[in-house]
């Protein structure tokens, strides 16, 4: 592996976010006709591979129940993902997505906890539900991509599906390292599931038939680098090395570097409401994370 000392952790952060937001655009635009769930298969197989190979050791104390509970919040996290970008604009799922977060934060520290909500909490979560609302209406009226009524729905609940998995994807990756594992071998273990489901629903479904081209492969490598191994690789470092007020902070401005990116592609165009809704989610997040960091 890279060594972590040579990268200086903010501008690897940013480069990993700027990646994964232009690797959301291009998966929608050149890999339209592609099946998801193909798609999912071989690229995480592809880094899966990549990971193990590359992984010097690290297993701490183990804990299988948690590794296969990252595993499957792994596969939710990425299948839903995946799917939504299929069905809804890259922004409205990146918006969605970080939207998540303080929700879950607030539920998951209720059940826990039975820690009440504070009012700074209920409000940034109503803020970020309207901006939902704004996003949801975005998608049913078909701006900036044309999707169905019903492919409106099944997006933006996948995106919401995708933004849980990322909740309980940290939470299952502090758990680990707590227990003494490194990065390395967080990352190395963590796709079996995705890869095995990925191919099940791959080798039970009817897909449709692919021209495979040399085009095509090159274009499956080229979107697998940019939209999951490098900045799966380039999070695991910058996180490691950045603390979490930063890389909240800069996770929040995922969907409008997305959005930013839809202008360079020929099948999205911008509209007013999705960039309202991303502006209220964004401002919400920042400030729910501006506030915590005081």
Known sequence: MIDTNDFSARPVIIAAITL??????????????????LFVCISFTLTALFFLSTSKGGIGVAKWGTLLFLNVA???????LFLALKLIQP???????????PIAAVVISFLLHRKAPTGQSILVCGIIMAGCLVLGVSAFSGTGFQASNNAALIGLLASFAAGIG???ITIASKSLLRCGWKFGAVL????????????????????????WSVQLSLLLLLVTSISVLVPLYLLQVGISRCDPYTVMVTMAAL????????????????????????????SAVLWDVSVRKK
């Not at 792994?74 to 839903?80: D, M, R, V, Y």
């Not at 969907?255 to 964004?282: D, H, M, N, R």
């Open 20 to 37: 994964q937001a232009m690797g959301k655009v291009l998966y929608g635009t050149w890999l339209e006709n592609f099946p998801a769930t």
């Open 91 to 101: 922004a409205i799922v990146g918006a969605v997505e970080i939207s998540v977060g």
């Open 166 to 168: 990322a909740v309980l």
């Open 74 to 80: 792994t596969a939710i996290t990425f299948l839903s």
């Open 188 to 211: 190395a273990h963590r796709f079996y599931v995705i890869v095995a489901v990925s191919l099940g629903l791959v080798w039970f479904s009817d897909m449709p038939s692919i021209q």
């Open 255 to 282: 969907p409008v570097l997305t959005f930013f990116f839809e202008g360079f592609s020929s099948k999205y165009q911008w509209s007013c409401a999705t960039a309202a809704g991303l502006i209220v989610i964004t």
